[in-house]
């Protein structure tokens, strides 16, 4: 079975050769116009374009205004270098490559790219340092090896591990490139969640045995309500979540100057096992201090900031202070682009303050799941300042904007960080962008509409673009007038009519070749890698159409088996399709003797609930089932008939609701249409009626 990154990973990149177009450019502040340039040879795609004067001009003002002569990130990239990770790709269990460095080397060359934002080659260039390093004596990183760093504190008895990456392999790879030079043969005896996305925990198992942690003898640490926010996060729109990552993380763009080239917080996520463990301690009080392998430390709970559940962490013998992924050298996503709760940025703004006042004003060096550490107290309450400033701005200038009228369809285009914010490198938006993020905070505060009436009750594109097409006079002059605006580098505007036709129209080349060519732009222009990834993919998508082939869910058995029961009911009530329910009524008792749990499933309305903790007195059907086993059915392992048929689950009653419930299910296709006339056949993998199917929790 392949699963979606095994499908990717072996997507070929597609060459092409052709001749440059050329172009005319007139005197300055007259109209000016350049020829649609033809494809480009050294690009990835044969429809592929060269920058245009007008990208060009953004891209060169900005390597005019932006701050480059202040290089403190390198020589804070560069400090307390030990070794570098010997090979550029590192191989999965499966066979498959699981990380490969070798695809950024371009990065490194010794000139600029007229394709990529000088503020994020800069960026990209520091996110292609890959290996260990010291951070102070007892305190050492893997960088470069994962989305994420790999931390390791020195203990009395042994390593104390943060925030243990994507997958195993990487893991595997890091530690044993530290054990070599660093290392002296002692073992983890301690691994701290910082928070709950999976590239801070994903490869545990890589480190540690589950018997292990089980017993105690690895003390593996979180904050409290770890387990359930770490599932339930990307499970009920998981679906969604992973056809989004296609777009904000250019999955299925090769890394090249006018493709990916990186993802701001590292350059892209591992392919390798995912696992997870569950902690065996949680730390639960707002500050909690005690010690791990005889290192005293303590715990900052950070809730509702960059995860739903998170902690920073102070050393104070060694005047170190951890910050997990609050304060990284970005903006980070108040909205997330995959699609996520949208985040508090005042909360997450004063909890920063609070850092800064308990540790942040006698901490030495300050360190994070992502990017470099920071050295020197001055340097440290500048970089937390900054970001405290920076998300309680974003929080209270775009809501004094909305108190003004300013609505969530003119934010971004509205809404400005202050000079002093954007001239601070580490206020850059290499995850997070000002644009989308002034749009989230309203959406938190207010929601999508924007008062007027017309956009209460919107048709849907498909519907109402037809009506745009006939007034604006039909394909042609669309595709005339969006060329001429392309043309004079209006690609905003050019938007605006082109994806009316498109919509109209999925089955015109001309236009979904032109648009892409406008998105194509778009992307070059961009500074944030989540929005150029978006361009360049929708501009990948229209012009190659949605990739076939069977796919899978890449979700692995720790994550299904952590999902509690009522979550794989409540996600069991999402696969269902109501309109295959009409009519259907009956209640289940469901017992998992093992756990000691109980549930009411009921089927009304065209509904599926449940209600736990309780059992209905004339149920049409009771089914015992150990949690254990349930979990095969879960993973799709075991199928519920399977289990019935020889034991292992037994039912009481009217058995054939089951086959009525299972009947409702459906499968989610993880690579849905987005946009109009690129979608082919996809053969989709048949997952189980009853098996859980939740998205893959690797975002931030």
Request: hydrophobic share 40%; proline share 6%; glycine share 8%.
């Amino acid at each position: 079975m392949t699963t979606r990154r095994q499908f990717i990973g072996s997507l070929p990149v597609v060459g092409a050769a052709f001749a440059v177009g050329g172009g005319v450019i007139f005197d300055e502040g007259m109209a000016r116009a350049q020829e649609s340039p033809g494809p480009l040879a050294e690009h990835f795609h044969p429809k592929g374009k060269a920058p245009s004067s007008f990208t060009l001009e953004v891209l060169e003002q900005a390597r005019g205004t932006l701050p480059f002569a202040d290089r403190r990130d390198f020589e804070e990239l560069d400090r307390g270098f030990i070794a570098p990770m010997p090979d550029l790709k590192i191989m999965a269990d499966a066979g498959h490559v699981a990380w490969d460095m070798e695809r950024f080397q371009f990065l490194n060359e010794d000139r600029d790219f007229d394709s990529i934002h000088p503020s994020l080659l800069r960026q990209s260039r520091l996110n292609n340092n890959y290996g260990l390093y010291e951070v102070i004596p007892g305190i050492y990183q893997v960088r470069g090896a994962d989305l994420s760093d790999l931390t390791f504190v020195r203990g009395k008895t042994g390593w104390i591990v943060f925030d243990p990456l994507v997958t195993a392999e990487p893991v595997r790879a890091a530690w044993e490139l530290f054990q070599k030079h660093v290392g002296d043969g002692l073992p983890v005896t301690a691994v701290i969640y910082s928070h709950t996305h999976g590239d801070h925990w994903g490869g545990v198992r890589g480190l540690v045995d589950e018997a292990d942690v089980r017993s105690g003898k690895v003390a593996l640490i979180a904050p409290i309500d770890f387990m359930d926010f770490t599932i339930s996060e990307n499970v009920y729109a998981g679906n969604a979540m992973n056809r989004r990552l296609f777009f904000q993380y250019g999955l299925l763009l090769p890394a090249s100057p006018h493709g990916y080239v990186g993802q701001g917080l590292g350059q892209g996520i591992s392919a390798g096992a995912t696992g997870l463990i569950a902690p065996n301690r949680y730390v639960s009080e707002a500050i909690e201090e005690f010690e791990v392998d005889g290192v005293r430390m303590i715990f900052q709970n950070t809730p509702n900031t960059e995860a739903p559940r998170e902690m920073n962490t102070y050393i104070p013998d060694m005047k170190a202070l951890w910050m997990a992924e609050n304060v990284i050298a970005s903006l980070h996503n108040i909205y997330t682009l995959r699609g996520a709760p949208v985040r508090d940025p005042l909360r997450w703004s004063k909890y920063i303050g609070e850092s800064l006042v308990r540790f942040g004003l006698e901490a030495e060096v300050m360190f994070a799941s992502h990017h470099w550490p920071r050295w020197g107290n001055e340097r440290i309450q500048e970089v937390l300042r900054g970001q405290r400033d920076l998300y309680a701005h974003m929080n209270n200038q775009v809501l004094h904007l909305a108190n003004q009228g300013v609505t969530i369809n003119q934010v971004h285009n509205v809404y400005e960080l202050p000079k002093g914010l954007q001239e601070k490198w580490f206020c850059r938006g290499y995850h997070g962008s000002a644009q989308h993020n002034a749009r989230g905070v309203i959406q938190r505060y207010l929601g999508f509409w924007d008062c007027n009436p017309t956009t209460l009750i919107p048709l849907s594109p498909e519907v109402s673009a037809p009506l745009y097409v006939e007034m604006m006079g039909g394909s042609d002059k669309i595709i005339a007038r969006g060329r001429e605006l392309h043309d004079t580098g209006q690609y905003l505007l050019a938007t605006e009519i082109v994806n009316k036709l498109v919509q109209a129209e999925p089955d015109n080349a001309a236009a979904k070749d032109l648009l892409a060519d406008i998105f194509e732009q778009l992307g070059y222009q961009q500074e944030n890698p989540g929005l150029r990834n978006s361009f360049l993919a929708g501009a990948y998508e229209l012009r190659t159409g949605i990739p076939q082939g069977a796919t899978a869910d890449s979700s692995s058995p720790d994550v299904i088996r952590a999902m509690s029961t009522e979550l794989f009911l409540n996600f069991l009530g999402i696969r269902m399709d109501s309109r295959k329910a009409e009519g259907l009524r009956f209640t289940i008792n469901l017992v998992t003797p093992d756990n000691g749990e109980k549930f009411i499933i009921e089927m009304e309305n065209a509904t599926l609930t449940n209600i736990q903790g309780f059992q209905a007195a004339k149920p049409d059907l009771t089914l015992t089932i150990n949690r254990a086993d349930l979990e095969q059915t879960m993973m799709g392992a075991k199928s519920l008939d399977a289990q019935i048929a020889d034991g292992t689950a037994k039912v009481e009653g009217d058995a054939s609701v089951l086959a009525k419930l299972a009947a409702t299910m459906v499968d989610f296709d993880p690579r849905f249409e987005v946009l109009p006339g690129t979608k082919a056949l996809t053969e989709l993998a048949k997952t189980e009626p009853f098996e859980a199917v939740p998205g893959q929790p690797i975002s931030e």
